[in-house]
C-alpha cells in the first residue's frame, strides 16, 4: 500500500501541485488570477517556452543535451521576418526556417556522433557559430519591418479558438505528435534504450548515430517552429532574444522528467512542467514580488529538477535490479528438482529465443531482439 502511494505521488506529484497553486493563488488573488483573462495570458506567453522546453527534452531522451535552442530560436525568428520583409510568402518563409534549423539539428547530431565530441561543447560551439550567423544577418541591429506583415503570418499567433489561443494549440498538437512517438513507436522505444546505455544499445543492433542525428533534427525543427511563432509575436526581430528562453527550456524539460513517467523525460510531463512553472510565476509576479525573482525561481527550479531527476533515475535502476535479483532467485529455486536433477523452466521465464528482456525498463523500453 506504502509504495503504490508512493508510485502515485511520483507519477502525479506535479500535476497536483499545480492544482495546488492555482487554488492558493486563486484565493489569494480573487480578482484577477482566476480570471479567463489571466488563463489565456498565461497559455499565450508560455507557448513558445513549452515549445523549446518540448524541443530540449528529446536529445535528453538519448542522453545528450542541445544547448544550441536558444541560439537557433533567435536566428530562426530573425530569419523568418527577413524572408517575409523580402517578400516571401509568409507559410514558404516558415516551412524553409523549420527546414534549415533541422539542418543545424543533424549538423549537431554530426558532430557528437561521428566527431565524438561532448554534446555539451558540440552544441555550445554551434550555438556560437548560430548566434554569430544572426549577428551578420541583423548586423547586430534589431529587424524592424518598413511596412505591415502579412495578416496571415500575424495571425500565426495572434488568433484563437474560442477562449484557447491558437499558441496553446500548436502546443498541445506538438506534445500529443511526441508523446505518441516516443511512447509507442520503436523509434521513441529506441531513443530511451540509447538514454539508458548506448553501448548496451548498440550491442542489440540499434543505430545509435543514426537515432541520435534523428533526435537533434527533430529537436531543432521543433525550436524551428517556435521561433517563427516568436517572429509572429514580436513582429520585430532581436538576435539576443533566444538566450532568456534557454534556461526555462531545460528547467521544463528536466522537472517534467518527474512526473507521469518519473525517471525519464515524456512530452506531458513535460507540458505539465511548464504549466506548474508558468502558474507558480504567474501567481507570484501578481502578488508583486520584484523583477530578479523569477531568474532565482528559474534557476532553484532547475537545481530541484535535476536532484528529483537524478532520484527518480537511481530508484528506477535501483528497482529494476531488485526484480533481476528476485527473477534469479525463482529461476534458481525451480531448477532443483528432487535428488538434485534438474527441472523444466517455469512457464514464466523467457526463452532464449525470446530475446534480451529489459528489466530495467518495465514501463515500455523494450529492448529489440537479434531475431
Known sequence: ???????????????????????????????????????SAILSNNAIPALLALGAMIPIAIGKFDLSIGYGLGLAHVLALKLVIAGWPWLVASITVVLALALVGVINGLLVEFG????????????????????????????????????????????????????????AVVAAVLWVVLERFPVGRYFYVIGSSARAAALVGISTRKYAICAFALSASVTGFAGVLLASQQQVGNPSVGMDYLLPAFVGALLGSTAIRPGRVNAIGTVVA?????????????????????????????????????FSARRKVAAGLGASRQAMREGAGSDAGPGGSSASPSAGAPSPSQGPVDQDNADGAIVPDRR
Open 1 to 39: 500500500m506504502k509504495k503504490n502511494a508512493s508510485g502515485v505521488v511520483g507519477t502525479y506529484g506535479l500535476p497536483l501541485l499545480a492544482v495546488v497553486l492555482i487554488a492558493v493563488f486563486s484565493i489569494a488573488l480573487p480578482q484577477t488570477f482566476p480570471t479567463s483573462a489571466n488563463v
Open 274 to 310: 511548464v504549466i506548474t512553472l508558468a502558474v507558480g510565476l504567474a501567481g507570484i509576479n501578481q502578488m508583486g514580488a520584484d523583477f530578479w525573482v523569477t531568474d532565482l525561481f528559474n534557476g532553484v527550479t532547475l537545481l530541484i529538477a535535476l536532484g528529483l531527476a537524478g
Open 116 to 171: 565524438q565530441i561532448d554534446s555539451f561543447v558540440a552544441t555550445l560551439g554551434s550555438g556560437t557559430v548560430l548566434y554569430a550567423i544572426t549577428g551578420a544577418i541583423t548586423g547586430g541591429a534589431r529587424v524592424v519591418p518598413g511596412g505591415s506583415l502579412p495578416t496571415g503570418f500575424v495571425y500565426l499567433y495572434d488568433t484563437a479558438i474560442g477562449p484557447v489561443p491558437i499558441v496553446a494549440v500548436y502546443v
